[in-house]
Nanobody, 126 residues
Framework: QVHLVESGGEMVQAGGSLRLSCAAS????????MAWFRQIVGKEREFVAAISWSGGNTHYADSVKGRFTISRDNANNAINVYLQMNSLKPEDTGVYYC?????????????????WGQGTQVSVSS
């Protein structure tokens, strides 16, 4: 079992920046692929970014490529995952979720992620 807790969401103006964090606890010795998803009210949860266990491979949704950066820190058997969001747009507004997958591959499919956090709200005003 892995417990994920997101933080860092807040309201910001368009063009601004935010850094989201995700702290994992529990069975953190396993090699999880980590990802960020987001959900807007009335829409399905969508993929934002993913990062491999080593951090050497990343993948982004086209809508955030060049603006968002995912990173991770695996030191001391703890997993912390970050999402640096720059040049924010109103359409980036939503609840952002951290997720962990045991499959060992980068994937955009939410059903392949086993563990989820409770989410953190990001609101971007125009």
């Amino acid at each position: 079992q892995v417990h994920l807790v997101e933080s860092g969401g807040e309201m910001v103006q368009a063009g601004g920046s935010l850094r989201l964090s995700c702290a994992a606890s529990g069975r953190t010795f396993m090699r999880y692929t980590m990802a960020w998803f987001r959900q807007i009210v009335g829409k399905e949860r969508e993929f934002v970014a993913a990062i491999s266990w080593s951090g050497g491979n990343t993948h982004y949704a086209d809508s955030v490529k060049g603006r968002f950066t995912i990173s991770r820190d695996n030191a001391n058997n703890a997993i912390n995952v970050y999402l640096q969001m720059n040049s924010l747009k109103p359409e980036d507004t939503g609840v952002y979720y951290c997720a962990a997958s045991t499959l060992g591959i980068l994937t955009t499919h939410r059903e392949r992620y086993t563990y989820w956090g409770q989410g953190t709200q990001v609101s971007v005003s125009s």
